[in-house]
């Protein structure tokens, strides 16, 4: 926003404030809550010039209230030019302002609230001298009003960084959350590419064996053609070890934090659950029933499954009819496991397809050209859970009706938190 229009701004501000007063020396002698108002502007705003917005305020406001009453505009003019005298107020108190609060380069709050109250009682004294009051009989009432005021100015002052704190804190919060989701999806990607090196090392071993025993067969036609693919997947291992290096540069195998709370990991998939929900316009129910917090060690990996898991039975409810679609998603400690469960009541699983669900490479999903759909899969969903968790994931559906998956974590992944229950 330009000068000008923060000027501009400040200035309805203050003309509409101006109408908030009351009279304690007479009609002749306002004391308008503007005045606690502007000082507010000038500490948040420490570039604004005091001496032009000061200027700049003292001719809009007094338009401004010629305006408001027609009848000092148009029918007693001389009414209207008596209120010059508060342009005395405004420019003493920019003066002041200028001289003792801008041009200063340390601006703390205790300078700030001391020229707030000096600056209203001198500014005061100056209007009562043009209007020909005499400044000993008021003094009192000066010091009280500039006190009020200055505590008036204060509160204001207070509750605006409150609030814009609580309004950073809710940015920060969903930052943060989106971070965390980032951070757990490239770690679930790491932890695939790493499998994928081992494939990769396993394939350019046997195109050397292969390159080998055609060399030793003498058979050179399919030669080429087998040391041309050891080299390609060599290459493509490289590109690997490369990406790898990199992202383990940033160091996502060292955690940020070494545990992070499972009502935290919950609130996380909640908050990016129902927002893809909604940007979808889904009608779909989750609920969460989590009987007590815990501290999580390796919480990227657990993000990872819980998300994905949750994935697929939006997924599963996507393509069904049904008028009630539900997703519930719990967690209960059972003697020294952490049990999760994920129901959701979609299509289900074909009684075939559930002894292959967990295998590399198996699919139900996929597009219409035939290309299966990219996911981190059940598979590795199972590995995670298998490998890092030490612990066990079963399915249980029934076409047409419902899917529940089960992920039993030993506790030993876990520490006990000494907060609160919490429930969802």
């Known amino acids: 926003m330009s000068k000008f229009k923060r000027m501009l701004f400040i200035a309805v501000v203050d003309a509409i404030a101006t109408q908030l007063y009351i009279n304690i020396f ?29 200027f700049f305020i003292a001719l809009a406001g007094l338009f401004f209230r010629g305006f408001v009453n027609l009848n000092v505009l148009f029918t007693d003019f001389m009414v209207y030019i008596d209120n010059v005298n508060i342009i005395v107020f405004d420019l003493v108190y920019a003066l002041i302002f200028f001289y003792f609060f801008y041009k200063q380069e340390d601006k703390p709050i205790f300078n700030w609230l001391m020229i707030v109250f000096f600056a209203d009682i001198f500014a005061n004294i100056g209007e009562l001298v043009s209007r020909n009051f005499s400044v000993i009989q008021h003094l009192n009432e000066l010091i009280v ?35 965390i989701g980032i951070f757990s999806d490239i770690k679930s990607e790491v932890y695939l590419m790493n499998n994928n090196v081992k494939y990769i ?6 195109a050397y064996i292969l390159y080998d025993d055609i060399e ?26 490369g990406i790898l290096n990199g992202l383990g540069s940033l160091e996502f195998n060292r955690d940020i934090y070494e545990s992070m709370k499972l009502s935290q990991i919950i609130d996380i998939i909640e908050q990016n659950t129902k927002k893809y929900i909604e ?10 029933d989590i009987c007590k917090d815990f501290n999580v060690k390796k919480h990227y990996y657990l993000m990872s499954v819980l998300r994905n898991i949750v994935n ?4 599963a409810l996507e393509s069904t009819e049904k008028k009630h679609k539900k997703i519930n998603i719990t967690c209960n400690q059972v003697e020294d496991q952490i049990v999760f469960g994920v129901f959701d009541n979609g299509l289900g699983i ?19 050209d035939g290309k299966i759909h990219r996911g981190l899969g059940l598979s590795l969903v199972k590995e995670i859970v298998e ?21 039993k974590l030993k506790f030993t992944n876990f520490e006990e938190d000494n907060g609160e229950l919490f429930y969802y």
Not at 279 to 288: A, G, H, P, S
Not at 312 to 315: F, P, R, V
């Open 201 to 206: 090392e396993n394939i350019m071993t046997d």
């Open 26 to 54: 007479g009609d002749a002698f306002r004391i308008s809550l503007a005045v606690a108002i502007l000082p507010v502007f000038y500490y948040i705003d420490k570039e604004l010039n005091p001496l032009y917005t000061g």
């Open 216 to 241: 030793k067969e003498k058979v050179s036609t399919n030669k080429k053609r087998a040391l041309k693919i050891a080299q390609n997947v060599h290459e493509i291992k490289k590109n690997y070890i």
């Open 350 to 368: 074909k009684e075939k397809n559930i002894d292959y669900i967990f295998n590399n490479g198996f699919s139900t999903k996929f597009t219409n």
């Open 145 to 179: 009003v500039a006190f009020v005021r200055g505590l008036i100015s204060l509160g204001l002052l207070l509750a605006f960084y409150y609030f814009r704190s609580l309004f950073k804190k809710e940015i920060d919060r969903n930052k943060y959350n989106d971070l």
């Open 312 to 315: 697929n039975a939006i997924e």
């Open 279 to 288: 940007k979808n316009n889904l009608e779909i129910e989750i609920t969460f």
């Open 387 to 407: 490998k890092e968790f030490d612990s066990t994931i079963n399915i249980l559906s029934n076409e047409g009706r419902f899917t529940k998956v089960t992920i």
